[in-house]
């Protein structure tokens, strides 16, 4: 019998996807620059040889010829592909060798000096390219380690509610097997059996709420994952390769239209060079090189993994609080704000890049960098909100699965996110009608763009349902807490404390005793 196979990591997983995936599109650029620099050599050589007849340019065609073609296991059989086109103008090359006249002045258009600048510029980009690959790529680790947090935690509460469980069982057989016994000792086993159904109660609606935390992480991360492989790492991809297959484009049809021009009787090899030069294109470029790696293909699903002894595999129904709201509801106003949230970003800032563009266009040279490192701040914002929006719908989806009425919290906080938006345009037009422009003009806040935070809110909460009752609450203390903050109480296990005040979405809740008035976490009535 073989042994299990070992659990990796989904962190540990994706740091190595990762890793192969920058070092794939290393060595792609590198295979880019090395034909640059190919492409320079030969056009220098060229220029300076070419006065000779064709003993001399057929060894340097030649020369080339021995060079190893296969980069790719599709390049050479495809005539598209920019390594197939070059093979093939030094194969009409070695042809004409005989045959040719000087044609140096021809050739001194293809410069060292551009394919040199070409090839600068095409390592910035894969520099600035990569660096803001491996930033995205860390933003998902992150996301997997807090994945890895929840799991764990979800864990822990599993075991703690099999030995609440555990103990009630016990506790409820010796009560059955003494109910002859004493009186005293009988009312203490009642106690007793009390105290530990409470406690695995409570056990239980913790274990529910971590799971389904869980259960919504996971299909955030999902969804983020997806995201990455569908939009990130393409776009990211198109960013390095920019304008280089225009310019090897460029480059190879200025070759052949000066081996027509010189020498007819290559005419018919060299148009049909030409004609491949010209479907010489990024995009079937990208798809030979996606065919050879397979690295940048769509990652696997990440699917979730159940503790041992759990049964439940989906979204569950719990009510959170006396009046009886669901958790799931709580998440579902959550999500559709984040969602709505989201959206009022990318509309507000899809507006902001327009005026920046146009700014771009009048200002001076001198202040057009600030514009333009504005507008990147304003895309990087825009990409987290999209992601972020993404991971939000894919809650509220879940949510949806699982027979909550997402509906009406998503239409009001869309509402809500209209109405603003609206206000803006109405605002940004005022202005404009009032002459209120300035070169930096302010027809746009531009600091909603700065430091863009997923887990904040901008949107007041949508409530609905039934009122919360009246204060104060009385309420027991589960657990002893030590104040960290001047706003906080030190408490212990037993207290008996009044709730003066709602909580946040983070738990804490404004409680009263005898001396003092303050904040605590996470406590459950």
């Known amino acids: 019998m073989q042994p299990p196979p070992r659990k990796v990591k989904e962190t540990q997983e994706a740091k190595v996807a990762f890793a192969e995936q920058v070092a794939r599109l290393q060595s792609k650029h590198q295979q880019e620059s090395e034909l640059l620099e190919e492409i320079r050599s030969f056009s220098k050589q060229r220029a300076a040889i070419e006065k000779e007849y064709g003993q001399a340019l057929h060894r340097l065609a030649t020369q080339y010829l021995k060079k190893d073609w296969h980069r790719g296991r599709g390049d050479s059989a495809d005539a598209r592909s920019v390594f197939a086109v070059w093979r093939s103008v030094i194969e009409a090359t070695e042809q004409s060798g005989l045959s040719r006249l000087s044609a140096a002045e021809g050739y001194r258009s293809l410069t060292a000096e551009a394919l040199k600048s070409l090839r600068v510029a095409k390592e910035q980009r894969t520099k600035k390219g990569l660096e803001q690959l491996q930033r995205v790529q860390g933003e998902l680790v992150d996301a997997l380690r807090e994945l890895n947090k929840v799991k764990k935690r979800y864990c822990q509460l599993e075991h703690i509610a099999d030995v609440a469980r555990e103990k009630a069982a016990d506790a409820q057989a010796k009560s059955k097997k003494n109910d002859h016994g004493l009186f005293h000792f009988r009312t203490s086993l009642q106690k007793l059996c009390v105290k530990l159904n409470a406690r695995l109660t409570e056990c239980d609606q913790q274990l529910t709420e971590s799971r389904n935390e869980y259960l919504l992480t996971l299909a955030a991360i999902n969804s983020h994952h997806g995201h990455y492989h569908a939009t990130d790492l393409p776009a990211l991809m198109k960013v390095i390769d920019g304008d280089l297959y225009d310019q090897l484009r460029q480059q190879f049809t200025v070759l052949c239209r000066t081996e027509i021009d010189t020498c007819q009787s290559t005419q018919t090899a060299f148009c049909r060079i ?139 906080a869309m509402s809500q996110a209209n109405e603003e938006l609206e206000k803006e345009r109405r605002l940004s037009e005022a202005r404009l009608s009032n002459g209120d422009i300035s070169p930096m003009g302010d027809e746009f806040e531009f600091t909603d763009f700065d430091d863009f935070d997923e887990n904040s809110d901008i949107f007041t909460e949508v409530s609905s349902g039934p009122s919360p009752q009246g204060y104060p609450l009385p309420c027991q203390v589960l657990y002893s807490y030590q104040a960290c903050q001047a706003d906080e109480l030190s408490i212990t296990e037993g207290e008996e404390l009044h709730v003066i005040e709602d909580g946040d979405m983070e738990d804490w809740l404004k409680v009263c005793d005898q001396d003092s008035l303050a904040t605590l976490r996470g406590l459950r009535l």
């Not at 940048?296 to 979730?304: A, L, N």
């Open 274 to 412: 030409r004609e491949d030069s010209t479907q010489v294109s990024r995009e079937h470029d990208l798809k030979l090189f996606l065919q050879d790696n397979p690295a940048f293909t769509k990652g696997s699903v990440f699917h979730f993994q159940a503790a041992p002894n759990d049964k439940v595999s989906s979204l569950v129904h719990r009510s959170s609080s006396q009046e009886g709201v669901s958790c799931l509801d709580k998440e579902a106003r959550k999500w559709a704000t984040k969602a709505a949230k989201d959206y009022k970003i990318i509309t507000h800032g899809e507006r902001v890049l327009q005026t920046l563009e146009r700014r771009r266009k009048l200002v001076p040279e001198d202040e057009g960098a600030g514009v333009e490192q504005k507008m990147e701040e304003v895309k990087e914002s825009l990409r987290k909100a999209k992601v972020s929006r993404v991971k939000a719908e894919s809650r509220l989806a879940l949510l949806l699965s699982a027979g909550v009425d997402v509906e009406p919290w998503v239409s009001s």
